[in-house]
C-alpha cells in the first residue's frame, strides 16, 4: 500500500470511527476499486458490515482479507466472529483456530474459540479452551461468565459459582453475569447470596430477573407475592423471549399456586410449562414411546445366571437405590451420603452403557466391567466403603441385577402412585427418552404402569437381598427407617447423619429434589393428590392397583 492509499485508508477509518458509516464506505469501495488486494481496507469493511448487522457480507470480507494476509491473526479472529453471528459455528472454529495459531497467547482469541466450540456442543473443548485464556489472562470477564455459566448448565454448580462471583466482581454493571450467579446460587440453596446477587441487577423488569425474584419469594414462604409479581407480565411477553423462559416462567406459575392452594391453575401452568419446554427442545410429542416400548420388551426378557467364574474378580461392597422418579430416592440418598462409609454416585449411569438394547450385559463379566466403569467415574474406592448407586429406573434392569451381579443389595422406594404422578408432572426433568414421558399425564400414568408393573411381577422372584421403603415412612420417621436401611447395609449409625441436611450445601444435588433435601423434613406433599383429584380423575382407577 503506498502513501497516499494508507493516508487515504487512515482518513476513512476515522470517518468511521466518528459514525459516518455511510461516507466511510464509499471511501472503503473507491480504495477497494483501485487496490482489491488490500486486506485492510476489506477489513475495516467487514467490520463496517458487522455493525450494519450483515454478518454474511462481513464474513466475505473477512474471508478475503484473511486469504490476502493469512498471517494476520485479528482477520481471522473477525472471520470468526461473523461466522457466529450468522450461525456458522464450524466456521468460527476454523477462523478462531487460525487467529489462535498466529498468536497462541492471545487469551481474547482463546475465549472467543472456546464459546464457538461451546455452541457446537463440545463442552470438553470449550472448557479446556477458556482454562487456557483464563490462566493466560485471569481476569478475562468474558471467559468467566462463559465458562461459568457453561458449567452451570452442566450441573457443576459450585465451580460455576466460583467463576461468576469473580466474573460478577470484574463487571458491576453485567447484568447477565449477576443473574446467572443469582440463578447458580438459588439453585445451590444458598438464598441469602443469591438475593445478594439479584440486587446487583439493574434492569430489574427483565422477564428473567422478575421470575428469579418470584422463586425466591416463593422459597422464603411468600407464595402469593410471587404470584402476583409474575401476574404482571403478559405471558405473550414471556413467550416472545423464548419457549425455554416461558416454561420456566409457566412452571413457578404452577408451584405458587400449587402453594396458594389453587390446584386448577397450578396444574394447567405445569402442563403448559412442559409443552414449552418440549417446544424449545424441538421434541415430537412422541419423544417418550420408544422408552415405554424398552421396558415393555424387559418385562418379557430373562436373564440368565451369570456363571460364577465370570464374578469372581472385583468384590465390591455394592447398593442400588432404584424406584420411581420422585419416589424419594434423592432424600435417601442425601441421609445416607452424609455416613462416611458410603460413596455415592450422583445419578452417574454406571450400569446402563454395559447392557444390551434387550438389557443383558453386553459381555459375560458384567462384575468386573461395572467395577472398572466405577473406578473410573469415582475413583478407587477404600475397601470398607459402599458404593450407593443411585438411578431411580435403573430399577427396569433389577433382573439383570440379580443375575450379573452377586454380593449387591437393592434399596426400593415406594410411595402413592397418584402423588409420584402428581409430582413428576410437576417437576422439569432433563431431557431423556425416558423423561419425556412426563409431558402429559397419560403417558406418565403409563410409565409407571410399565416400571412398576414390571417391578410387581419380578420383587419375589429375586436372589439378591431387597428392601423397600416408603417415603411417606422416610417423611414422619426418618430416623427409624434410615437406621432400618442402615441394618439392611451392614452399616452402623453415624451421627454425622444427623447434619445431612447442612451437608447439602457442601453437595450438588443436580435432581429437582435440590430444594427440598436442603429444607426440614415435612409432610407437605404427603397425600397433595388429594387437592387435585379433579385433574386426576382420568387416571386414578388406572393407578388403584399400585396401592400398597
Not at 476515522?14 to 488486494?37: F, N, S, T
Not at 418379557?300 to 460364577?308: K, S
Not at 448407586?389 to 402413592?416: E, F, M, Q, W, Y
Not at 433435601?517 to 386426576?536: C, D, K, N, Q, S
Request: proline share 5%; glycine share 6%.
Amino acid at each position: 500500500m503506498n502513501d497516499s492509499s494508507a493516508d487515504r485508508l487512515r482518513q476513512a477509518i476515522a470517518q468511521h470511527q466518528q459514525g459516518d458509516l455511510a461516507g466511510a464506505e464509499v471511501e472503503y469501495r473507491q480504495i477497494l476499486a483501485q487496490a482489491p488486494d488490500n486486506a485492510e481496507a476489506r477489513n475495516a469493511l467487514g467490520i463496517l458490515h458487522l455493525q450494519r448487522g450483515d454478518s454474511t457480507a462481513a464474513s466475505e470480507q473477512f474471508r478475503i482479507a484473511a486469504e490476502l494476509a493469512p498471517e494476520t491473526a485479528k482477520y481471522h479472529s473477525n472471520l470468526g466472529s461473523a461466522c457466529l453471528a450468522r450461525g456458522d459455528g464450524p466456521g468460527a472454529i476454523g477462523a478462531f483456530e487460525a487467529a489462535t495459531a498466529c498468536e497462541p497467547g492471545n487469551a481474547e482469541f482463546l475465549a472467543n474459540l472456546a464459546t464457538a466450540r461451546m455452541s457446537q456442543g463440545d463442552g470438553d473443548g470449550a472448557e479446556q479452551n477458556f482454562r487456557r485464556a483464563l490462566k493466560l489472562a485471569p481476569t478475562h470477564a468474558m471467559a468467566l461468565n462463559n465458562l461459568g455459566g457453561m458449567l452451570s448448565r452442566q450441573n457443576r454448580l459450585p465451580e460455576a459459582a466460583e467463576l461468576l462471583q469473580r466474573a460478577a466482581a470484574l463487571l458491576p454493571d453485567g447484568d447477565e453475569t449477576h443473574l446467572n450467579l443469582a440463578s447458580v446460587l438459588e439453585r445451590l440453596n444458598r438464598l441469602p447470596e443469591a438475593e445478594a446477587a439479584l440486587s446487583a441487577v439493574r434492569r430489574t423488569q427483565a422477564p428473567a430477573a422478575i421470575m428469579l425474584r418470584a422463586r425466591l419469594l416463593r422459597r422464603q414462604g411468600e407464595a402469593a407475592a410471587a404470584l402476583r409479581l409474575l401476574d404482571q407480565v403478559p405471558l405473550s411477553e414471556v413467550a416472545a423471549r423464548g419457549q425455554e423462559l416461558l416454561g420456566d416462567w409457566q412452571q413457578e406459575i404452577g408451584l405458587a399456586a400449587d402453594l396458594c392452594q389453587d390446584p386448577g391453575r397450578a396444574f394447567e401452568a405445569f402442563l403448559a410449562a412442559k409443552t414449552a419446554w418440549r417446544q424449545a427442545a424441538s421434541k415430537p410429542d412422541d419423544a417418550g414411546e420408544a422408552y415405554l416400548a424398552h421396558v415393555r420388551r424387559l418385562r418379557r426378557t430373562d436373564v440368565e445366571p451369570t456363571p460364577a467364574s465370570a464374578t469372581a474378580a472385583s468384590p465390591l461392597r455394592l447398593a442400588f437405590l432404584a424406584g420411581f422418579p420422585r419416589s424419594g430416592t434423592t432424600l435417601l440418598e442425601v441421609m445416607l451420603g452424609a455416613h462416611p462409609q458410603v460413596r455415592t454416585t450422583e445419578e452417574r449411569d454406571l450400569l446402563a452403557p454395559l447392557l444390551g438394547a434387550d438389557g443383558k450385559p453386553l459381555q459375560c463379566g458384567l462384575a468386573a466391567a461395572y467395577r472398572a466403569a466405577a473406578d473410573a467415574q469415582m475413583g478407587k474406592l477404600p475397601a470398607d466403603t459402599l458404593l450407593l448407586d443411585k438411578l431411580p429406573l435403573n430399577l427396569v434392569h433389577c433382573r439383570t441385577i440379580d443375575a450379573s451381579l452377586p454380593g449387591a443389595r437393592l434399596l426400593v422406594a415406594l410411595r402413592d402412585p397418584r402423588d409420584v404422578v402428581l409430582s413428576c408432572l410437576m417437576q422439569r426433568f432433563r431431557y431423556t427418552p425416558a423423561m419425556a414421558n412426563f409431558d402429559a399425564l397419560g403417558s406418565a400414568v403409563s410409565l409407571y404402569e410399565e416400571v412398576m408393573g414390571l417391578w410387581l411381577e419380578v420383587r419375589n422372584e429375586l436372589r439378591l437381598p431387597v428392601f423397600e421403603y416408603r417415603y411417606e415412612d422416610l417423611v414422619s420417621d426418618w430416623r427409624g427407617t434410615v437406621s432400618a436401611i442402615l441394618d439392611f447395609l451392614d452399616l452402623r449409625w453415624d451421627d454425622k447423619m444427623e447434619t445431612y441436611r447442612e451437608q447439602t450445601r457442601e453437595i450438588t444435588v443436580i435432581t429437582p429434589s435440590y430444594r427440598d433435601v436442603a429444607e426440614p423434613l415435612t409432610e407437605r406433599a404427603r397425600g397433595r393428590w388429594h387437592r387435585y383429584r379433579t385433574e386426576l380423575a382420568p387416571v386414578l382407577p388406572r393407578l388403584e392397583r399400585f396401592m400398597v
